[in-house]
């Protein structure tokens, strides 16, 4: 089928630019995928989505791509949104749901955005794709290109963990380490674009990952029968799952496919150590600065200089949430501390809207009865230089003090 996309529009002056041919940022700030909602409000209904196979492309008037069929997947499936007691309990929460974007092909939610990028790059002529990455985007770009056909670059900083690096490399990129951060690789993307031939697919210098990323708040709204709970915590480095979610509830609301008239209240939740987003929320200011020293260990939030700020911080204050950071040296404890509470792989991204989270109860600022969905990105097992532990040691079978270690576990 053909898309329903009338255009792209500005995302900070609603310039207008057209949809059928290669397009980055207008005046160096992202853009809009604009849709036909009267027109796909008359062509279907969210009775005909139920009917559809269990994958984000069952939203497909609501997406870029023209040739769905013909679409570089992977089996993108519908990620399960799981209810949590027990950590609730710890929190204080009655209803507290965690979205498990882990399930999702090479372990995050990044395959969410990067299918549609490499769709619609294709599909307007890309041959050769590259990316600035301190995590899981270059495993999922080069996933997707090598599903395509296509080449991928992937600059990474040197300190990316291992996993990250491998992964990327194993799919069959050309993965180059960078001394500096992911802001130094997304300027040596900029500058080898001429040079190289290739087209930036970075965290909104082009307009399609958004649209991938929306299919997170689109799957919520039907699984909780298109209702939408009273707020929502997101890991925020770019921030294009939470500017997309905002844009699909906002669409969802036009189309008239949403019962009740609220919103969520939408949570940034960024660590100590790299928190422009939150900085530039508690100053009131509606764009960011880089912070001095950047670091964190969930390395999916430490972006400086997130080039959609403006576009977080918009959906923030319209929803009525807000824009918070973790403490840094309580996110390895509280990946772990989730992953034994639920036995869901928590990322350390998501340690940080856990510990957001309990603070936000404590205040009062989230109630213990409010129906409250957090987001993990990625999988736990993706970081290992954050989540290794010295495991103790047993002797050969017949020599180990079972009485002692049944004193020391408190085993019943």
């Given at each position: 089928?053909?898309?329903?996309?009338?255009?792209?529009?500005?995302?900070?002056?609603?310039?207008?630019?057209?949809?059928?041919?290669?397009?980055?940022?207008?005046?160096?700030?992202?853009?809009?995928?604009?849709?036909?909602?009267?027109?796909?409000?008359?062509?279907?209904?969210?009775?005909?989505?139920?009917?559809?196979?269990?994958?984000?492309?069952?939203?497909?008037?609501?997406?870029?791509?023209?040739?769905?069929?013909?679409?570089?997947?992977?089996?993108?499936?519908?990620?399960?949104?799981?209810?949590?007691?027990?950590?609730?309990?710890?929190?204080?929460?009655?209803?507290?749901?965690?979205?498990?974007?882990?399930?999702?092909?090479?372990?995050?939610?990044?395959?969410?955005?990067?299918?549609?990028?490499?769709?619609?790059?294709?599909?307007?002529?890309?041959?050769?794709?590259?990316?600035?990455?301190?995590?899981?985007?270059?495993?999922?770009?080069?996933?997707?290109?090598?599903?395509?056909?296509?080449?991928?670059?992937?600059?990474?900083?040197?300190?990316?963990?291992?996993?990250?690096?491998?992964?990327?490399?194993?799919?069959?990129?050309?993965?180059?380490?960078?001394?500096?951060?992911?802001?130094?690789?997304?300027?040596?993307?900029?500058?080898?674009?001429?040079?190289?031939?290739?087209?930036?697919?970075?965290?909104?210098?082009?307009p399609y990952r958004i649209e991938g990323k929306k299919t997170m708040g689109l799957?919520?709204?039907?699984?909780?029968?298109?209702?939408?709970?009273?707020?929502?915590?997101?890991?925020?480095?770019?921030?294009?799952?939470?500017?997309?979610?905002?844009?699909?509830?906002?669409?969802?609301?036009?189309?008239?496919?949403?019962?009740?008239?609220?919103?969520?209240?939408?949570?940034?939740?960024?660590?100590?150590?790299?928190?422009?987003?939150?900085?530039?929320?508690?100053?009131?200011?509606r764009f960011s600065e880089p912070p001095a020293d950047p670091h964190t260990v969930?390395?999916?939030?430490?972006?400086?200089?997130?080039?959609?700020?403006?576009?977080?911080?918009?959906?923030?204050?319209?929803?009525?949430?807000?824009?918070?950071?973790?403490?840094?040296?309580?996110?390895?404890?509280?990946?772990?501390?989730?992953?034994?509470?639920?036995?869901?792989?928590?990322?350390?991204?998501?340690?940080?809207?856990?510990?957001?989270?309990?603070?936000?109860?404590?205040?009062?600022?989230?109630?213990?009865?409010?129906?409250?969905?957090?987001?993990?990105?990625?999988?736990?097992?993706?970081?290992?230089?954050?989540?290794?532990?010295?495991?103790?040691?047993?002797?050969?079978?017949?020599?180990?003090?079972?009485?002692?270690?049944?004193?020391?576990?408190?085993?019943?």
């Open positions: 089928m053909a898309s329903f996309v009338t255009g792209l529009e500005s995302a900070l002056d609603g310039t207008r630019l057209p949809h059928d041919r290669l397009q980055t940022v207008h005046e160096g700030r992202p853009l809009w995928v604009r849709y036909d909602l009267d027109a796909i409000r008359a062509a279907v209904a969210p009775a005909d989505v139920a009917r559809r196979a269990p994958t984000l492309w069952r939203y497909a008037e609501l997406l870029p791509v023209e040739d769905v069929a013909a679409a570089p997947t992977l089996g993108e499936t519908t990620t399960p949104l799981l209810p949590c007691p027990r950590l609730g309990e710890q929190l204080g929460l009655a209803r507290l749901w965690i979205k498990d974007e882990s399930r999702l092909p090479t372990g995050s939610f990044k395959a969410r955005g990067l299918v549609m990028a490499v769709a619609r790059a294709r599909e307007l002529g890309a041959r050769r794709l590259a990316i600035p990455t301190a995590g899981n985007a270059g495993g999922a770009l080069a996933a997707y290109a090598a599903r395509a056909g296509l080449e991928a670059w992937v600059l990474m900083p040197a300190d990316t963990p291992v996993v990250n690096r491998v992964e990327a490399a194993a799919l069959g990129a050309r993965v180059f380490l960078v001394d500096g951060l992911i802001s130094d690789c997304g300027r040596l993307v900029r500058e080898g674009a001429g040079a190289m031939g290739w087209f930036d697919v970075s965290t909104l210098k082009e799957e919520l709204a039907e699984q909780l029968g298109w209702e939408l709970p009273d707020v929502i915590l997101y890991p925020t480095g770019g921030g294009t799952g939470l500017i997309g979610m905002w844009k699909a509830f906002a669409e969802l609301r036009e189309l008239g496919w949403l019962r009740g008239e609220g919103l969520p209240r939408m949570v940034a939740c960024q660590s100590e150590g790299c928190a422009p987003v939150v900085d530039a929320f508690e100053a009131g200011a969930a390395s999916g939030l430490r972006v400086p200089t997130p080039l959609g700020d403006f576009m977080i911080l918009d959906a923030v204050r319209a929803s009525g949430g807000r824009a918070c950071a973790a403490r840094e040296d309580r996110l390895t404890a509280w990946t772990r501390r989730a992953c034994a509470a639920e036995g869901i792989s928590v990322c350390p991204e998501t340690a940080a809207c856990l510990d957001v989270l309990e603070r936000l109860v404590e205040e009062g600022a989230v109630g213990r009865d409010e129906r409250v969905v957090v987001f993990n990105t990625g999988a736990m097992q993706k970081y290992v230089e954050a989540v290794d532990v010295e495991l103790p040691r047993l002797p050969r079978a017949g020599a180990v003090d079972w009485e002692a270690l049944r004193a020391a576990y408190g085993a019943p």
